[in-house]
């Protein structure tokens, strides 16, 4: 037996018991006559003690030679410790060593291995695996192995089967962009890893199995931002003779089950928003409804009243920062430089502050007497001690600023409380969004998704606006303001599917070319069919109130694609580039 117990297992009632324990020495106190180890496994820490007293002097002088993180196996007595501490679960015991074992020695970890590490980003990522040791890290990856296994529960229980889809694949130029993979045997020619196993789970539909889900890597080539990782993980789902309202339900679900297994939290019925009404009230698809300050359109009463800026505005909206009235210029100033960054782009900040006792001021004196003023404030539903903050401009790009700006200020006042979870489905996506740089339309989600019966019609429009308009049956889940699943009804006639290429811009040779197999495939009996995919790893983000989906990944990549451990991607030798057949042009 190499251990007998874990190190978070013991109490005082196994006092007096002979015990074995094995892990990694954490703290080391050497106070000469008194050494004490602090033993780290998996479960817990536990204290060794070492007391010249009675401490033999061989053992003593073994223990006095362990370093930080050497590993260890020792055998001794539980006894009451005298100096209790309620930090840890084992704080009530420790062991009177009788034999210790180094099973390993270890350098000098480069930085701590502790909650509050003093390790940079880069480091912790090259030395993973020490990074790995610590509970806070640990504590992660379980929660995220828990939430796969309940995932698996529920989507079996509901008779999903698990199927797995190839991750070599045709590189298809929608979407983002493909890692490609160069084929020896077929000289020339590259598979592609999958950016989604979209078109394979419609096929199983074809072929019957009804209710599939996977929980699978997916690959995309796109330059990281902070929350992206070049391969990452989905729950992916579909479902055969299903409406919309079936998928909602099916995912609300999964969505709620986890939340109860995982967080011990209820959460009640999922609201809905439609798209128009998430852009227009939140100027975002996925609003955070953790907290209010929706927009108020002032369009029509600042707008006429000789002030330049508003006159030639498109629209003019505010949010009511509930009371901030009390900002000093400094504050407001500050807000006026952060919505200007080019990360934002407005021109500038018109405010209005609402005083506390009825009055009224604002950086718009001079254009606007103070019952004008009092018009918008009463438009935005403000209270005495209330601050409005004004932006203009181009209506669809003032809605994305007011939208940041509204963020920023929740997270200002503090109303983006990471423990207080807000779901919210948001409906009826645009089928099609027009892109400036090339020139054409792409799918809003992806070129299977269904258009609302309603609007097929609109199709064969060649009004951009009518295009613009039709409306899909697809829908995102949203949570604290993150997309955390997304999905739709899909095309399921040939013809349609074809028609959908056609607006986007598919000859119908590309089309055959890239996706003939489903064209194929839905002329020999496609059953209605939808379906949805959850970011899993930014879902156990979420979950945990964290804002990076790094701390949820076992080895995750730098913000250069790079993994900092097994420093990849790397070269590879001239005789592999050889059998593969490709040759390299870097620039000189
Ligand atoms: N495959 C889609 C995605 O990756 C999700 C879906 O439509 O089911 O976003």
Known sequence: MFRSHHCGELRLTDINKT?????????????????????????????????????????????RSVGREFVLQATGTVIERVAKTNKIPTGDIEIKVTELKILNAAKTPPFTIQDDTDGGDDLRMKYRYLDLRRSVVQKNLFFRSNVALETRKYLAGQGFIEVETPNLIKSTPEGARDFVVPSRMNKGQFYALPQSPQTFKQILMVAGFDKYFQIVKCFRDEDLRADRQPEFTQIDCEMAFVHQEDILNTFEGLTKHLFREALGIELSEFPRMQYDDAMRLYG???????????????SRVAKGHGFPVFDSAEAVLAICAEGCADYSR?????????????QIGAKGLVYVKYEADGSVKSSVDKFYTPDHLRDWLHHANAKPGDLLLVLSGEEEKTRKQLGELRLEMGNR??????????????????????????????AMHHPFTSPKPGDIAKMDSDDHQVLKSIRADAYDLVLNGVEIGGGSIRIHDRDLQSRNFRLLGFTPEEAENQFGFLLGAFEYGAPPHGGIAFGFDRLNAVM???????????????????????????????KQMDELGIRLHLPA
């Not at 400094?330 to 430089?337: G, I, V």
Request: charged share 35%; aromatic share 12%.
């Open 330 to 342: 400094k504050q407001t100033d500050e807000l006026t430089e952060w919505v200007k960054r080019p």
């Open 19 to 63: 015990v074995t324990l094995a892990g990694w020495a954490s703290v080391i106190r050497d106070k000469g006559g008194l050494l004490w180890i602090d033993l780290r496994d998996r479960y817990g820490i536990t204290q060794l003690v070492f007391d010249e007293n009675y401490t033999a002097k061989e053992l003593f002088d073994i223990a």
């Open 544 to 574: 945990n109130g964290a804002n990076s989906i790094r701390d949820f990944i076992a080895f995750p990549k730098n913000n250069q694609g790079r993994d900092m451990m097994i420093d990849a991607p790397g070269d590879i030798k001239d």
């Open 284 to 298: 975002s698809d996925k609003p955070d409804l953790r907290f209010g300050m929706a927009f108020c359109d002032l």
């Open 413 to 442: 006042l503090g109303l983006r409380r990471p423990d207080e979870f807000k779901p919210l489905w948001v409906l009826d996506f645009p089928l099609l969004e027009w892109d400036e740089d090339e020139g054409r339309f792409f």
